[in-house]
């Protein structure tokens, strides 16, 4: 298993160019993840130090924390057009600045755009569930009715056969012939 190379802050201060305490500033100011030993003393990757080498540019085209922090997404920066030189000039400071507008912008678009997605199918599930269950009320008045219905007729087969029976059973008692009295 590979690890990755770590640094303490004395060798990333050495490899970004900048003093130890610059970088324990930048952490603060940006809220940075710091991530720390077993001993608790600061590390970092190659990744932090190749962030910390992006924030160094930033800064030296003339941005602030404040802006830097604007820029950045979960902790990291958002890498800028690659091919900038390193003198900066008034027009390329407007180039960037359009470029993270349009980058941050963009971003709370697809933002908002998940969360309404996510609302969107929060009120479609619950309107289905609705349509389902009213659905279900309808079918379950449907067959409430129906068996009311067939209650009804077979009470009525049941009088009819009552009354039948009634009949015949009147029929049977009488008898079919009268005798005569004899005189």
Known sequence: MKTEKTYLISDASKLVQV????????????????????????????????????IKKLKEQGLQLKAIRMVLKEGKIIPLPAGKPSVVTTDDKAERLQYLIRKLIGDVVEECNEKLLQDLSQNMVKELDYQFRLQEE???????????????HYKQLDALIRNHRTKQSVKKSRPFFRLKKKM
Request: no cysteine; hydrophobic share 25%.
């Open 138 to 152: 309808r079918e379950e008045q449907r067959e409430n009715r129906q068996m009311l219905l067939e209650e009804e």
């Open 19 to 54: 003093e130890s305490h610059v970088l324990r500033y930048w952490e603060e100011e940006l809220q940075l993840p710091v991530k720390r030993n077993e001993m608790g003393h600061r590390y970092y990757t190659e990744s932090d130090i190749q962030e910390f080498r992006e």
